[in-house]
């Protein structure tokens, strides 16, 4: 059987966190340079119907679509290196096939069948892989299935894999990760880890195509014909997945090692001009090579795991190399940031961020560091709750609300300058009912954010419960808090700034989701430009 689109499967042996994501990302960027259209999805194993409910410390950061979609992170990776929006058929879940079986068991689909993982549940799982495939706008769909070959969870997902492989004999293959460790007292990198990862998969019924072997050192040609002897791999089928410097140095690396050149020769598809990524090596040289440096501080709650803010890390750098500048990031907690050590915490900073985040823990030492920012003038951005921060610091400290806040923490604040959205009032069930995906947003003339967008109309990615409280903006108006940016079908403010500060920016959405290596965010690259203004007037 013979298909018009076809699929790449990127599965993982020895050990989590290889960098499936950035490999499959990678590819799809190659593939993308030598002019075929490509899209990456993720497979989740976990139970959880979306990463929406998954605590930031577990799972890192939930990234956010277009279409208002709560997915796993690497859905990050996938746009900011295609410069594509995903979507809902991006990211499937083992909870999302079980719920979709499940009702369809219920509404009595299965004719009164016996309903079991095979083959329900693995059709299910076809059905949603070929999703992205069926409108014929893609010549290649790349699946990374998250987790490693030989998780329990992940067996239905590999059964489907050996499933489409057969049926679809010439349309797929696979690519598995895996790796060489080194053994320093041996001095040697060893190859026995791959070989059971790969006769573990064939146990499975699944014979990789391709492996890329992630190495700390070189993999030299007998190791390479070493591994493609024991594994069933032809020899120019075996990649050295070697450390990189930077994530943006893999799909160079991987150009290199000329992995779309064989993945588009096990897919029978021709081999066209080779890719050659100018813009793409232009950003990475840049950033290898910065002019200027600046320091900000990202001040959140969940800084422990980097993973959990990793959009903003990313918008951060794509704003630096946009200005010449190499943007050093201070990690602080924000549940350890006090009225009695924030001048010394932040003293040295040329920019603050202040991160979303749900929940009262770390809210006052977020405000802390609002005032701070505020007071001396230093460049600020708040996202979300950083933007909701900034409106409740301004409420009790210019306005001299005192008991001001947001409900989600204080219900019965005499001052609710954030409280929950009306559609919001009757929620019971916490998935996927916040207000989620991208909606227009109005900005106001010859405002900073204006200036920085150089637009008046914009769309951004919302991921939230509350929002500011217009019956309270005519205070802050009088008092120099300017809504620069408004929802214009419901008047909801969206962004704030201040009237007598150099750069003081807050935003109800997540500009951070839509920062690109191509494309890098307006406000970033004004936030940045900011700081770095800020550190020339400040440090001579």
């Known amino acids: 059987m013979s298909n018009s689109t076809k699929y790449v499967f990127v599965t993982g042996g020895v050990t989590s966190s290889l960098g499936k994501g950035i490999l499959s990302a990678s590819l799809a960027k190659l593939l993308q340079a030598r002019g075929y259209t490509a899209t990456i999805q993720k497979l989740d194993p976990y139970i959880n119907v979306d990463p929406g409910t998954l605590n930031p410390y577990e799972h890192g950061e939930c990234f956010v679509t277009d279409d208002g979609t709560e997915t796993d992170l690497d859905l990050g990776h996938y746009e900011r290196f295609l410069d594509v929006p995903t979507s809902q058929a991006n990211n499937v879940t083992t909870g999302k096939i079980y719920q979709s079986v499940i009702e369809k068991e219920r509404k009595g689909e299965f004719l009164g069948k016996t309903v079991q993982v095979i083959p329900h549940i693995t059709d299910e799982i076809k059905h949603r892989?070929?999703?992205l495939g069926k409108n014929g706008d893609f010549d290649i769909v790349i699946t990374e299935i998250g987790g490693t070959i030989g998780d329990i969870e992940s067996l239905p997902y590999v059964e489907a894999v050996r499933?489409?492989?057969?049926?679809?004999e010439n349309d797929c293959i696979v690519v598995h990760l895996t790796l060489v460790p080194y053994l320093s007292a041996a001095g040697e990198l060893k190859t026995k880890p791959t070989q059971h990862s790969v006769k573990q998969l064939l146990e499975f019924g699944v014979q990789p195509n391709i492996l890329c072997c992630r190495?700390?050192?070189e993999l030299d040609l007998k190791l390479r014909r070493k591994i493609a002897k024991f594994c069933n791999v032809s020899m120019n089928a075996v990649i050295e997945a070697k450390d990189a410097e930077s994530i943006y140095d893999v799909p160079i690396l991987m150009q290199e090692e000329e992995l779309d050149k064989v993945v588009l020769e096990k897919l029978h598809l021709p081999i066209k001009?080779?890719?050659?990524?100018?813009?793409?090596k232009a950003f990475t040289k840049k950033l290898k090579n910065p002019v200027m440096e600046t320091t900000?501080?990202?001040?959140?709650?969940?800084?422990?795991?980097?993973d959990s803010y990793k959009s903003?890390?990313?918008a951060i750098i794509h704003a630096g190399v946009s200005n010449n500048s190499k943007v050093n990031v201070k990690w602080i907690h924000s549940e350890k940031l006090t009225e009695n050590n924030v001048h010394n915490e932040l003293k040295d900073l040329n920019g603050i961020l202040v991160a979303p985040g749900f929940g009262s823990r770390g809210i006052p030492g977020k405000i802390c560091a609002v005032t701070y920012a505020r007071?001396?003038?230093i460049p600020f951005l708040g996202i979300c709750l950083g933007m909701q921060c900034a409106v409740i610091e301004f409420a009790r400290n210019v306005l001299k609300f005192e008991d001001a806040h947001t409900t989600e923490i204080s219900e019965y604040t005499e001052y609710p300058v954030i409280s929950l959205m009306e559609e919001q009032k009757k929620v019971s069930n916490f998935g996927g009912t916040m207000r989620l995906g991208a909606y227009s947003c109005e900005l106001?003339?010859?405002?900073l954010v204006s200036k920085a967008y150089n637009t008046e109309l914009i769309k951004e990615r919302h991921r939230h419960r509350y929002e500011f409280n217009n019956q309270f903006l005519k205070d802050f108006e009088k008092n120099g808090m300017i809504p620069s940016g408004k929802n214009p079908k419901t008047g909801l403010v969206e962004i704030i700034e201040l009237k007598n500060h150099p750069w003081f920016i807050g935003t109800q959405f997540h500009p951070e989701y839509k920062s690109t290596v191509i494309n890098p965010h307006p406000l970033f690259v004004a936030f940045i430009d900011a700081s770095l203004k800020y550190k020339e007037k400040n440090n001579g």
């Open 312 to 314: 903003i890390s990313e």
């Open 273 to 280: 001009s080779s890719p050659s990524l100018t813009k793409w």
């Open 375 to 377: 007071e001396n003038n």
């Open 296 to 306: 900000v501080g990202l001040i959140g709650k969940y800084v422990e795991l980097k």
């Open 215 to 217: 190495t700390e050192h």
């Open 444 to 447: 106001k003339a010859k405002s």
């Open 163 to 168: 499933q489409m492989m057969w049926e679809f």
């Open 129 to 131: 892989i070929q999703l």
